[in-house]
């Protein structure tokens, strides 16, 4: 029997994405043990979850490092010494450098609240509602060096009511990642989906630059 991967979940925030992906896990859903979570932020929730949890937890404060490379360098450390082999960034709140995206290329997911391309970076619900869009939603992607502009595995929608502000769309979005990410995990990890040639394949067909709908993974297209 083969050895399972070892995950790393970088967060900054309350940690409910790790959680679902910690669950995930646990129930053999995603073949991968959750080694590691790793926060910037001192009492961040996840840094929290983890230690629930048993899981290694680990505080790199930003601010104690004086350039991007020196921070991105002690997360490598970290990662080495826990035997990592893949990384999720579960609103993990720092653009990281190339050099650390070269070290786990194909191998480092992030979750981005919004249907990319549209709305990379910041502020993504207001601004969702601020164009008078009538849907948005949430994308996992490969990470490259272009922020937020790697190749797509599985993306979901959510309509925009009437009556939402940035708060009640933020929580319904959520919930949506909760589903999203841990599937696009599991596909991964077992080789079904792959970075190939600065795009993702699923079982050896190339994406679209989309990735899988959520309403599609419901017609049967998971494998």
Known sequence: MSTPQRLAVLASGRGSN??????????????????VVISNVKHAGALGEAQKRGIAAHCIPHRAYTDREAFDHAL???LADAEVS??????FMRILTESFIRQYYGSLLNI?????????????????????????????????PALDAGPAVLHGRVSIRDD??????????????????PQALAWCLDGTVTLRDGAA????????EGGIDVTDMDRGAAP
Do not use: M
Not at 117 to 138: C, V, W
Not at 172 to 181: K, T
């Open 18 to 35: 790790l959680a679902a992906i910690a669950d995930a896990c646990e129930e053999g859903r995603i073949p991968a043990e959750l080694a």
């Open 76 to 78: 490598l450390q970290v």
């Open 86 to 91: 893949f990384v999720a960034l579960a609103g």
């Open 112 to 144: 981005h609240p919004s249907v990319l391309p549209k709305y990379p970076g910041l502020n993504t619900h207001q601004r969702a509602l601020d164009s008078g869009d009538r849907e948005t939603g949430a994308t996992v992607h490969f990470v490259i």
């Open 164 to 181: 939402d502000d940035a708060l009640s769309l933020a929580a319904r979005v959520q919930q949506l990642e909760h589903r999203i990410f």
């Open 201 to 208: 394949w699923k079982n050896g067909e190339p994406l679209g």
